[in-house]
């Protein structure tokens, strides 16, 4: 099983709203990501924890804050976003071994900022 | 140095034939080569990837080359199906070193496969 489940599919916000995004893996894996997908572009990576704690951040503005309660879940809690932060909200997961390198994406948050 | 370049950026192939997309990259650190497979609306799935100590990796009609001292890699979809039309993304990391595993990816190339 090689499955990371997003939530929610959609999401439309306003400027001022506070939401958050979810991700969760039961695949044992001890890295998770956050990536950002505009149309037509690859993935941007934002964040990265590994063993439940942040190791990268790619200079993402303070507007969004990640999260990670535990090693099956990762949050993404958004606020006073902008238009331009409209977006596919990708979550991954990777073994983070010495034999496994891959890292497996989910469905996607399609964002909208109103 | 991080880059990753794509080709093409657009690709039509006739169902049955070869498609073929090129990736190449600078970072000599770089040992783990993953291709993704993207359908409209939905998230990135991983096809097939590559270590850079074999030249080639085969999985049912997907197969990767990779040329390592001419720092190249390629997918090719052999008998290109209607359901193979898709966004395709060639990436590349440097897997064994934790701490900076992230993924560089190419700039995408739209594969359209016509009957």
């Known amino acids: 099983d090689t499955e990371v489940t997003q939530t929610p599919k959609h999401l439309v916000m306003g400027m001022t709203n506070k939401k958050s995004l979810k991700c969760e893996q039961h695949?044992?894996?001890?890295?998770m990501y956050w990536y950002k997908q505009k149309a037509k572009k690859p993935p941007e990576l934002m964040f990265v924890?590994?063993?439940?704690?942040?190791?990268i951040n790619e200079s993402v503005p303070s507007r969004f804050s990640p999260e990670c309660p535990n090693s099956s879940l990762l949050n993404l809690h958004l606020h006073a976003l902008q238009p331009e932060d409209s977006a596919l909200y990708l979550c991954?997961?990777?073994?983070?071994?010495?034999?496994?390198?891959?890292?497996?994406f989910g469905p996607g948050t399609r964002l909208t900022v109103t | 140095q991080q880059q990753v370049k794509q080709s093409p950026q657009s690709l039509i192939v006739q169902k049955g034939g070869i498609s073929i997309i090129n990736c190449a990259y600078e970072?000599?650190?770089?040992?783990?080569f993953p291709w993704y497979q993207q359908f409209p609306g939905k998230g990135p799935a991983l096809l097939i990837a590559?270590?850079?100590?074999?030249s080639e990796k085969k999985e049912g009609r997907f197969t990767i080359s990779f040329n390592k001292s001419a720092k190249q890699f390629s997918l090719h979809i052999m008998d290109s199906q209607p359901g193979d039309s898709a966004t395709y993304f060639c990436?590349?990391?440097?897997?064994?070193?934790?701490?900076?595993?992230?993924?560089?990816f190419g700039t995408g190339t739209r594969l359209t496969i016509i009957p």
């Open positions: 970072n000599t650190a770089f040992d783990y």
């Open positions: 695949m044992g894996h001890r890295a």
């Open positions: 924890y590994s063993y439940e704690k942040l190791s």
């Open positions: 990436a590349a990391s440097e897997g064994s070193n934790f701490g900076n595993e992230k993924l560089t």
């Open positions: 590559i270590r850079p100590d074999v």
């Open positions: 991954a997961s990777s073994p983070k071994d010495r034999l496994s390198y891959e890292q497996y």
